[in-house]
């Protein structure tokens, strides 16, 4: 298949990758990802901007013989992760004329990771410039989005901005452009919240940065290209900003039916108070779409039994996800169930311990609760709607 040209000598030569169900061995891909990487064709000099993913590498190389590539002088290296950079050795071996340009972070990461031989890097700075003739590439620094050395690449001519994992979706498609746009804002929604949330103040600095750019497109290295870069430019804006809805999250898991009649009772009390409520049984959620919720939720409470001495395990994972995705949620409370032992809510404050938001007192109720424990969460229910409705 010829793979279209986004803009003039412009090609995107990246895989679709349908079968992956699971990245990084955690985060579940309902829609299959893509590695992008892009052919920029100038007068004088190509540059491929990323690569893919080593298990599509024959991928990658059938879509540059498509396009007929002779030669790469430059492989612009984004971001040092694998599935971008897995198949810089191939490009390498098979390109002898090509060096890898890319920051100075990049450059040991990726002799680090990929053994790549020190002379075949060329070391860029931020802001500077690489001519390829009628088309100049513009490197500009964006730390921790979401690794240190992570870069974007604007293209001077064709006001084209590649940005790598920002802006990103796991998403696979026979389209090049996004298509079906509120489909792809859910799914650069999942991946803001699995990947960038924690980085959203870095994030920040990075948006108003680019507001200083003419941006026509946007091509990330995973889903679709943006034609229309406002839809995400401005999604981007409304996640990382500070506020957030008048939403709750309640996440629970339960064993024997206490936790979870307390999380539904809690539920209910919210609903009556015009709050609206996420109820997800972390047991059997996908973790994306908890992460998902993690976005905009005012208030997060998260429910677990006793388990032995302290907290169910998959409680202690939830907030361990919580603790390493640090949402901006403005409140946050523990309730649960126990037999003999009171310490699970002491372990899961401790693993919350990044949660920058009010902690509210949690509700413990031994067994299955009774009126006094229900009257409790009714207390936690009118505490937390006063807050989001005065707030
Ligand atoms: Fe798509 Fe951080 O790699």
């Known amino acids: 298949m010829v793979q279209p040209e986004i803009k003039p000598r412009v090609y995107s030569v990246g895989a679709q990758d349908w079968q992956r169900k699971i990245f990084d061995e955690l985060i579940p891909l309902p829609e299959g990802t893509s590695y992008n990487a892009y052919i920029v064709r100038g007068s004088e000099k190509t540059a491929l901007i990323d690569t893919v993913d080593p298990t599509m590498t024959k991928e990658l190389m059938h879509n540059l013989e498509e396009i007929k590539v002779q030669r790469i002088d430059y492989i612009i290296c984004q971001h040092a992760e694998q599935d971008h950079s897995g198949s810089i050795p191939a490009v390498l071996t098979k390109h002898q004329e090509a060096v890898v340009v890319c920051n100075e972070k990049c450059k040991g990461m990726l ?16 802001r500077e410039e690489l001519s390829l003739g009628d088309k100049t590439l513009q490197f500009i620094f964006t730390p921790w989005v979401h690794w240190p050395e992570t870069i974007v690449t604007y293209l001077k001519e064709d006001t084209l901005l590649f940005t790598c994992d920002f802006f990103g979706s796991h998403e696979a498609s026979y389209n090049i452009f996004v ?49 229309e870069p406002l839809t995400i430019l401005r999604a981007y804006d409304e996640w990382t900003g500070d506020s957030v809805k008048k939403q709750v999250l309640i996440a629970y898991v339960s064993m024997h039916g206490s936790t979870r009649a307390m999380a539904e009772f809690l539920s209910d009390a919210l609903k009556r108070r015009q709050v609206e409520t996420l109820l997800f049984d972390i047991a059997k959620t996908d973790i994306g779409e908890l992460a998902m919720a993690m976005v905009d939720a005012s208030t997060i409470v998260l429910g677990s039994p006793t388990f032995l001495v302290g907290p169910h395990p998959v409680a202690a994972y939830a907030a361990t996800l919580l603790n390493t995705l640090r949402p901006k949620t403005k ?11 009171t310490t699970m809510a002491d372990y899961l404050t401790a693993f919350t311990s990044n949660i920058k938001a009010e902690i509210l ?28 409705l005065q707030g």
Do not use: C
């Open 111 to 126: 002799i680090d990771l990929m053994h790549i031989p020190q002379d075949r890097f060329k070391v860029i700075q931020d």
């Open 179 to 227: 298509t079906e746009k509120e489909k792809t804002r859910r799914a650069a929604k999942r991946y803001y919240a699995e990947i960038m949330m924690p980085f959203r103040i870095s994030i920040r600095k990075h948006l108003e940065l680019l507001t200083q750019y003419t941006i026509s497109m946007i091509a990330p290295s995973h889903g679709p290209v943006y034609k």
């Open 331 to 341: 409140y946050f409370a523990i309730i649960g169930s126990y037999g003999w032992g």
């Open 361 to 388: 007192p949690p509700v413990l109720v031994k067994g299955l609760p009774r009126m006094e424990d229900l009257e409790k969460l009714d207390e936690l229910a009118e505490n937390i709607a006063s807050k989001l």
